[in-house]
């Protein structure tokens, strides 16, 4: 049986024919020719869309050795039911998330042992100084937040990531659009050409971490990053002295979502900023597979602080290795409302000193 | 920041300031009638005679001529210009004064949030970046869009605003 093909024009969607005339296919609406190798390409290839294809292996951990989590106890918080890890010496009267007490359940065992592990590079000293910054010059924060006793809440904690590695194999179409203007002594001419891009390649991506917690906010440990992975050791138990280090709850399978949409949105960036000289360029279709994708489980160093202010929580976070501090702060209302008079004030008086001296009051 | 905020505040400022006698000097009409009537007056060849002078067929003076047209002199439309609306301008300078209350407390609320999502993986990508292996750019069609350009106003024909096409 005879199979009926039509071609629809990129422009309007119209239904192509063939111009014997031109020798090219052309849109009985708008007019518009086309090539038709050109055409027969970008036709199969917005028939043919890929899906994208981001399978992982997620074998990472390793099996812990005889003898080697001996020296470790797990503290169970009451509160958020976090359990919490840390060598015998250690003595952990809280929770580092909710801030609850925590009680000692017993030894550590089972559970995936991490691949690495970044040491801590930052001491609690720096992170008390971080927080003194973090919260100078803020005009809107309440003042029991400077309250020195505050930052003895300091506690450092090794947080789960999962790390993925991947080469991100993208193929993507765009159309864009070219603009040319010029004018004779009568009209101004438009010129608009449009052209089919097609771009293929690969970008590699090396440990992008996700947040193996839940007790730990992902957010509060996105907004840390980055961490630099050169600074990761294969993952020693005498790293966790004097530290916290929180068991993951989220197994790798669970974060591969987040990873990759991380990884999309940036490998398609990335494709977008080879397409330049256009005056607009729109994405057609494509898709983004994902090659020797495996996963890491690693221990990542992060001081954490919580405290609480009219009934509300709020934990703040250092990345234990760079120093990068966040925690979103409260806004002591009756401050913003009394800025907003004030400057609200002072502008519409200047505002009203001007239109005098220019004479309009 | 802060000094971005301010610098934006005091250009605002500025504009609306200066935004202020705008509005009321070209409330008016018939600013392009007094136009006409002086084009015409000196196209004649009786530019040096004063206005006691000139022949205003039945009306005393310009200005006569201009009020009974719905117009005002020019001398007329620079006074209007100047004349001050102390109520408004004290009601534009604190919707002003309020917007820029609004903007830097605002401002302020937003710089106590330092938590935020990550939704790429830029840190994390290869520092030899993307490798290409198709890089292909095909033409398709092209369009040519025609737009007449209003004529230049020539003596004898009525005024045209800009961007408009010129009558059959």
Redesign the interface.
């Known amino acids: 049986m005879a199979e009926l093909i039509e071609y629809k024009c990129?422009?309007c969607n119209g239904k192509l024919e063939f111009n014997s005339t031109v020798q090219k296919m052309k849109c009985p609406f708008?007019e518009?020719?086309?090539?038709v190798a050109?055409?027969m390409?970008?036709d199969q290839q917005l028939e043919n869309p890929l899906e994208d294809n981001m399978n992982w292996s997620t074998a990472a951990g390793g099996e812990w050795q005889n003898g080697e989590a001996d020296g470790m106890k797990v503290y169970k918080c009451q509160s958020c039911g976090g359990e919490v890890v840390a060598d015998a010496t250690t003595s952990a009267t809280h929770c580092p998330y909710c801030d609850n007490p925590v009680v000692m359940t017993g030894n550590f065992s089972g559970d995936l042992k991490p691949d690495y592990v970044i040491p801590f590079k930052l001491d609690k000293e720096a992170a008390k100084n971080a927080l003194k910054n973090?919260l100078n010059g803020?005009?809107?924060?309440p003042k029991v937040f400077k309250d020195e006793n505050h930052i003895d809440e300091i506690k450092g904690v090794y947080v789960p990531v999962w790390l993925f590695d991947a080469e991100a194999d993208g193929?993507i179409l765009y159309?864009?659009e070219k603009v040319r203007t010029w004018?004779d002594?009568?009209?101004?001419?438009?010129?608009?050409?449009?052209?089919?891009?097609?771009?293929?390649?690969?970008?590699?991506?090396?440990?992008?971490?996700v947040d193996g917690s839940t007790k730990m906010?992902?957010?509060?440990m996105?907004?840390i990053?980055?961490f630099n992975f050169k600074d990761a050791v294969p993952f020693q138990t005498a790293y966790l002295s004097g530290y916290l280090a929180d068991k993951y709850d989220v197994a790798a399978e669970d974060s591969i979502d987040t990873?990759n949409?991380?990884?999309k949105?940036?490998t398609e960036?990335?494709?977008r900023e080879?397409v330049q000289g256009y005056s607009s360029v729109i994405r057609q279709s494509g898709n983004i597979n994902l090659n020797n994708a495996k996963a890491k489980y690693a221990l990542y160093p992060v001081w954490i602080l919580n405290t609480s202010w009219n009934n509300n929580k709020y934990t703040f976070a250092m990345n234990g290795q760079t120093g990068k501090f966040?925690?979103?702060?409260?806004?002591d209302n009756g401050a913003?409302m009394r800025?907003?008079?004030?400057?609200?004030?002072?502008?519409?008086?200047?505002?009203?000193l001007?239109?005098k001296l220019?004479?309009?009051? | 920041m802060k000094k971005r905020f301010l610098a934006a505040?005091a250009a605002m400022?500025?504009t609306?300031?200066?935004g202020?006698?705008t509005v009321s000097a070209y409330a008016d009409n018939g600013y392009g009638e007094i136009y006409d009537i002086d084009e015409d007056y000196y196209d004649s060849g009786q530019g040096e005679i004063l206005d006691s002078e000139y022949d205003y067929e039945g009306y005393g003076n310009a200005e006569e001529v201009t009020q009974e047209n719905g117009c005002v002199t020019y001398d007329q439309y620079q006074t209007t210009a100047?004349q001050?609306n102390?109520a408004l301008?004290?009601l534009?300078?604190?919707g002003?004064?309020?917007l820029?209350?609004?903007i830097?407390?605002a401002s302020?609320?937003a710089?106590?949030?330092?938590?935020?999502?990550?939704?790429?993986?830029?840190?994390?990508?290869?520092r030899?970046?993307?490798?290409?292996?198709?890089?292909?750019?095909?033409?398709?069609?092209?369009?040519?869009?025609?737009?007449?350009?209003a004529q230049p106003r020539q003596q004898g024909t009525p005024p045209q605003g800009g961007g408009q096409q010129p009558r059959p």
Not at chain 1, 32 to 35: G, I, L, T
Not at chain 1, 185 to 202: A, K, L, P
Not at chain 1, 340 to 347: D, H, Q, Y
Not at chain 2, 111 to 126: E, F, H, L, P
């Open positions: 990129p422009s708008c518009s020719e086309f090539d050109t055409l390409s970008f973090h803020r005009k809107l924060l193929n159309k864009g004018q002594s009568q009209f101004r001419y438009t010129e608009r050409n449009f052209y089919s891009i097609t771009r293929q390649g690969t970008l590699d991506f090396e440990h992008v971490p906010q992902d957010e509060l996105q907004s990053e980055p990873a949409k991380r990884i949105n940036t960036q990335a494709f080879t966040v925690g979103d702060l409260p806004v913003a800025w907003f008079i004030g400057v609200s004030a002072v502008a519409a008086a200047g505002c009203y001007i239109a220019l004479g309009y009051a | 505040a400022l500025l609306f300031s200066v202020i006698p100047r001050a102390p301008t004290i534009i300078c604190i002003i004064g309020l820029i209350g609004f830097v407390t302020m609320k710089s106590m949030k330092s938590v935020r999502q990550q939704t790429g993986a830029a840190d994390y990508k290869d030899t970046g993307i490798k290409l292996s198709v890089r292909r750019d095909d033409f398709l069609y092209n369009r040519i869009e025609k737009t007449p350009i």
